[in-house]
């Protein structure tokens, strides 16, 4: 199964901060045809988890240019331009190149 | 407004059977791939299986292949997942999600408690 690998688990932030999320994984999520399938998600407290972004970069529907993702191969980012209160929650990485889809460990995001 | 609905959950004990239900509305059903997601404290955010459109092609984690099915209705808009030969491992909520090559969608989660 394809590791990933989520930095750091717990990220302590103030409102308005820049804040930044590493997922790795064990192996190339680059599928044959170029694209590929790495998404990042957010689990509010005691909410279903959303999706944010999905093929590294694209913003799903209605979530904030605020949130931006890079990467590529194995090694991938997401970034948080200026932290608000909406925004803490437990941040979750997948990968759904190749089966099993694997979550990462979560990256708690909370206030200082 | 995308809506997915699960139920079907509760108390079981191991080895016994139980079949989740997820019903969908706000988007034609029938043009999209759908899945089950589950959660623990422990484990995290675990995939656990995932349908083609017409119901044709199906696919498993390891550790549920032969014992759990996933189905779907497109005349009802609803996907099914029978769980057969449950252990105090899959203890979970377990969540009903729309699957493209992502999970757009998902419902609010039912609890399934394997315990005797």
């Known amino acids: 199964d394809v590791v990933m690998t989520q930095t750091p688990l717990s990220l302590p932030v103030s409102l308005g901060d820049q804040a930044s999320i590493s997922c790795r994984s064990s192996?190339?999520?680059?599928?044959?045809?170029?694209?590929?399938?790495l998404h990042w998600y957010l689990q509010k407290p005691g909410q279903l988890p959303q999706l944010l972004l999905y093929k590294v970069s694209n913003r799903f529907s209605g979530v904030p240019d605020r949130f931006s993702g890079s990467g590529s191969e194995t090694d991938f980012i997401l970034k948080i331009s200026r932290v608000e209160s909406e925004d803490l929650g437990v941040y979750y990485c997948l990968q759904s190149t190749h089966l099993p889809y694997t979550f990462g460990a979560g990256t708690k995001l909370e206030l200082k | 407004e995308v809506q997915l609905v699960e139920s079907g959950g509760g108390l079981v004990q191991p080895g016994r059977s139980l079949k989740l239900s997820c019903a969908a509305s706000?988007?034609?059903?029938?043009?999209?791939?759908m899945a089950w997601v589950r959660q623990t404290p422990t484990k995290g955010l675990e995939w656990v299986a995932s349908i083609s459109t017409g119901g044709g092609n199906t696919y498993y984690r390891d550790s549920v292949k032969g014992r759990f099915t996933i189905s779907r209705d497109n005349a009802k808009n609803t996907q099914y997942l029978q769980m057969d030969s449950l252990r105090s491992e899959d203890t979970a909520t377990y969540y009903c999600a729309r699957h493209r090559y992502y999970f757009d969608y998902w419902g609010q989660g039912v609890m399934v408690t394997v315990s005797s």
């Open positions: 192996q190339s999520l680059v599928e044959s045809n170029g694209n590929t399938h």
């Open positions: 706000g988007f034609t059903f029938s043009n999209y791939g």
